[in-house]
């Protein structure tokens, strides 16, 4: 069982900054897992925001973040952060952190994740 927990987030205005942290435990196991961000704004589904590869040698992101936002891993691999830059109120949403299987290109789809973190609010003001 991997457990996740997610900080970093907060109320913003439009065009600042926030760094999301994730970490996961059973930090041995937790290193050879694909990571991934998500998000779900009030009254809509769940969608990928970026993902990065047990090796972070590959990172995907929707095209809507594409140029803000950077998917890191941190040295002991069971850390993750999004730094999320030039923020929009449409990037208000919850945040959370997932975990999957291992693959060469991570995955954006929900159901190749099997950990998730409970969330972190990021709210954009305009």
Do not use: H
């Amino acid at each position: 069982q991997v457990q996740l927990v997610e900080s970093g987030g907060g109320l913003v205005q439009a065009g600042g900054s926030l760094r999301l942290s994730c970490v996961a435990s059973e930090r041995t196991f937790s290193r050879y897992l694909n990571m991934g961000w998500f998000r779900q704004a009030p009254g809509k589904e769940r969608e990928f925001v970026a993902a990065i590869s047990w090796g972070g040698s590959n990172s995907q992101y929707i095209d809507s973040v594409k140029g803000r936002f950077t998917i890191s891993r941190g040295n002991a691999k069971n850390t993750m952060y999004l730094q999320m830059n030039s923020l929009k109120p449409e990037d208000t949403a919850v945040y959370y952190c997932a975990v999957g299987p291992p693959s060469a290109v991570a995955s954006m789809s929900t159901e190749r994740y099997d950990y998730w973190g409970q969330g972190t609010q990021v709210t954009v003001s305009s």
